[in-house]
């Protein structure tokens, strides 16, 4: 059985969304691995909005203790420079070493291969599933293109 995904479409962007995540307001997607361990990457959206990623960098030791919300690195692009925070409490278990040798994944494969790190935690309750995601998106364009939400 294939990865189920949605088709997204807003204004001039569009993507896929695996529906196996949980996402963040701040476009970040969660994958569970197993019991509380949690694969965690940037959206394709956010990754757009970064533009091409030149740099990476996480500044907590695997098994630094994390609170929701934390910075732990960042990630600079052509575009911008971003923290990449934390969007659950847990334990850091490591970087996506493939990405630091290679920061194209990012890119082209930013739900797979393009992996930011894995923590061990409890989902926060802020997460919302794909469906959820989507409003987030539909909110952030609006705000980009100028419109109110109704």
Excluded at 40 to 64: C, N, P, S, Y
Excluded at 121 to 141: F, K
Aim: glycine share 10%; net charge negative; hydrophobic share 40%.
């Amino acid at each position: 059985m294939g990865k189920q995904e949605i088709q997204y479409r807003r204004s001039k962007f569009s993507t896929r969304l695996p529906t196996d995540r949980m996402y963040t307001a701040g476009h970040s997607w969660l994958k569970n691995e197993d019991g509380d361990l949690w694969r965690v990457g940037l959206t394709k959206f956010a990754v757009r909005m970064l533009g091409e990623a030149v740099e990476i960098d996480f500044e907590v030791a695997v098994g630094a203790q994390l609170e929701t919300g934390q910075p732990i690195g960042w990630v600079e692009g052509f575009k911008a420079v971003t923290d990449i925070y934390v969007p659950i409490r847990g334990s850091f278990q490591g970087a996506n070493e493939a990405l630091l040798e290679d920061l194209e994944f990012l890119r082209s494969d930013p739900y797979d291969k393009g992996w930011l790190y894995v923590i061990k935690g409890q989902l926060d309750p802020t997460c919302v599933d794909v469906e959820g995601y989507m409003m987030v998106l539909d909110g952030t364009i609006d705000k980009m293109l100028g419109k109110e939400s109704l």
